[in-house]
C-alpha cells in the first residue's frame, strides 16, 4: 500500500485525518505523514491499515446497502470485557443463540457473503499473557522449550484467529464450527511443536555446517513434518499416497524444496 493509496481509500471512506487516527489509536501526524509516502508503507503499518480500512469498508458496504446493525448485538457488544476470555465465551454463545432466530443477522450474515474476504488480522502484542506463558516454559527442560513455544504460538494464533472470525464477522457458532475450531487449534498446536522439536534436535548439529546451516535446519523441520503427518495418513486413510514408497520418494522431494525454501527465508535471517 502506498501513501496515496491510503488516501484514496480513506477519502473513499468519508473519513478525515483525524478519524482514522482515532480509530487505529494513532496520533493524526503519523497517518499524514503515512499520506505523504510516495512509496510503499512498511509491511507492519501496511497489514495494521489494510485490516482497520476493509473493517470500515465493510461496515460502509452494510449502510450503503441498507442494512442496518442488529439491535440486540449493538446492545450487547458494549457490555462485554473483550479481555475478559470468559466474557467473550459467553457472549459469543449467547450470540449463537441469538443469531439462529434473528432476521437482522441472518440478513447481515447473508449480504457478509457477497463482500470481499477480510484481510488477515494484525496481532497486537499480547505482553501480559505471553510474559505469564514465558514463566511456564522457561521451567521445562531447555530441548523442550521450543516445541512448547511452537504449540504454544501456533495454538494461540489459530484461538485469535476463531474469536475474530465469529465475533466480527458476526458469524453464528455452530457445534461444527466450534469442532473445527478445537481441530484446528489442536492441528496448531501440534505442528508447532513438531518444528520446535525438530529445531531443538537439529540446531546442534547444523551449528558446524557453517552457511548451509540454515537450509539444514530447513530441512530438519520440513521431514519432522512429513513424518509426523505422513504415518498417522498412512495409517488411517486407506487411499493415502503415502502407503507406497514411491510416494514417499514425491514427498520426500517436495519436502526437501520446501525444507531450502524455510532454511532461505526464515532461518537465514537470524531465528530470534
Ligand atoms: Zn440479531
Not at 26 to 53: F, M, Q, Y
Amino acid at each position: 500500500m502506498t501513501g496515496f493509496e491510503l488516501q484514496r481509500r480513506r477519502l473513499a471512506l468519508g473519513m478525515s485525518v483525524e478519524e482514522l487516527a482515532e480509530v487505529l489509536n494513532r496520533h493524526r501526524e503519523e497517518v499524514e505523514g503515512w499520506e505523504r509516502i510516495e512509496g510503499n508503507l512498511s509491511g507492519a503499518t501496511a497489514r495494521e491499515l489494510d485490516w482497520a480500512l476493509a473493517l470500515a469498508e465493510h461496515e460502509k458496504a452494510f449502510v450503503d446497502a441498507g442494512i442496518p446493525p442488529c439491535p440486540w448485538v449493538t446492545e450487547h457488544e458494549k457490555a462485554v470485557n473483550f479481555k475478559d476470555p470468559k466474557a467473550v465465551t459467553a457472549y459469543l454463545e449467547g450470540l449463537d443463540a441469538h443469531a439462529s432466530d434473528c432476521e437482522h443477522c441472518q440478513k447481515r450474515r447473508a449480504f457478509a457473503e457477497t463482500l470481499p474476504p477480510l484481510p488477515k488480522m494484525p496481532l497486537p502484542p499480547y505482553v501480559g499473557l505471553v510474559g505469564n506463558v514465558k514463566e511456564k516454559i522457561d521451567r521445562l527442560p531447555s530441548w523442550l522449550q521450543p516445541a512448547a513455544w511452537g504449540a504454544v504460538g501456533i495454538g494461540a494464533l489459530t484461538v485469535v484467529r476463531g474469536v475474530v472470525m465469529v465475533g466480527l464477522r458476526r458469524v453464528a457458532i455452530t457445534p461444527q464450527l466450534l469442532l473445527g475450531l478445537l481441530g484446528a487449534i489442536l492441528v496448531g498446536a501440534y505442528m508447532g511443536a513438531v518444528g520446535g522439536l525438530a529445531y531443538s534436535v537439529a540446531k546442534k548439529p547444523a551449528a558446524r555446517l557453517g552457511r548451509f546451516r540454515p537450509y539444514a535446519l530447513g530441512l530438519a523441520c520440513a521431514y519432522a513434518y512429513l513424518v509426523a503427518f505422513g504415518v498417522p495418513d498412512a495409517i488411517i486413510d486407506q487411499g493415502s499416497m503415502l502407503r507406497s514408497w514411491s510416494g514417499w520418494v514425491i514427498f520426500g522431494l517436495v519436502g526437501t524444496v520446501f525444507g531450502l525454501v524455510v532454511g532461505q527465508s526464515l532461518f537465514k535471517e537470524g531465528e530470534a
